[in-house]
């Protein structure tokens, strides 16, 4: 019974490039969400997917920004041109039904140099 | 604006006495409110949660107590262990037709004493 899977857990990219940011959600679980937890701050919510469908995207920046959970394989966030400020830890979270208390994974820390 | 607010961003407690962590919300559509627990390099850890039909939800050492009139919510954890030491996490959700996701506050730090 594995937990919610993201890799890498460290990721480091040069201004411009893009970063890709894996999360494979415990087995049975199709609900999926991201969260982005800046310095000294809480964490943000960016995006809730179910399978192939993006249910609710209100915290995502509108621009660079871009996530996916397909059928098969596990979910992507995605971040075009990375800039500084998008240094951050982001973690997934999944659940098995639309619903509270949801299993976060351990995170994938992008720092942008 | 900050929906979910914890105002102490620390607190330190002698092992054996009581830990008190505050958070206070703005939104009245909040309906389900959540603690977790974060230790450095780990993802948030679900605690405990409260419906807003409740005014207290007890789980082992920890219990979570709700004021809808004051918009206020605590964890207390008694007797508080050095293994409690770590970020806590007040979270709601609710409103916009039950929508998922969670509201974070900024954290508030627990060190607890041996």
């Known amino acids: ?37 800046l310095p000294e701050e809480g964490l943000k919510f960016m995006v809730y997917l179910q399978k192939e469908n993006i249910i609710d995207e209100s915290g995502m920046p509108k621009e660079r920004f871009s996530a996916e959970f397909p059928k098969e394989g596990p979910s992507i966030l995605r971040i075009q041109q990375v800039v500084r400020g998008d240094s951050a830890a982001y973690f997934c979270a999944s659940s098995p039904q639309q619903g509270n208390g949801y299993t976060f994974g351990s995170g994938t820390r992008l720092t942008v140099v | 604006d900050q929906q979910v607010k914890q105002n102490s961003p620390s607190l330190s407690v002698q092992e054996g006495r009581i830990s008190i962590l505050n958070c206070d919300y703005t939104n009245s559509m909040f309906d389900y409110f959540l603690w977790y627990k974060k230790y450095p390099a780990e993802g948030p850890t679900f605690l405990i949660s409260i419906s807003s039909i409740k005014d207290k939800n007890e789980d082992g050492r920890f219990t979570v107590f709700l004021n809808k009139s004051a918009k206020h919510l605590s964890l207390h954890i008694v007797p508080s262990q050095p293994g409690d030491s770590a970020v806590y996490f007040c979270a709601a959700s609710g409103g916009r037709g039950g929508s998922e996701k969670l509201v974070f506050g900024k954290g508030t730090k627990l060190t607890v004493n041996p």
């Open chain 1, 1 to 37: 019974n594995a937990g919610v899977m993201q890799n890498p857990r460290h990721l480091v990219r040069r201004r411009g490039q893009e970063a890709r940011l894996r999360c494979s959600p415990m087995k049975g679980h199709s609900h999926v969400y991201w969260y982005r937890q």
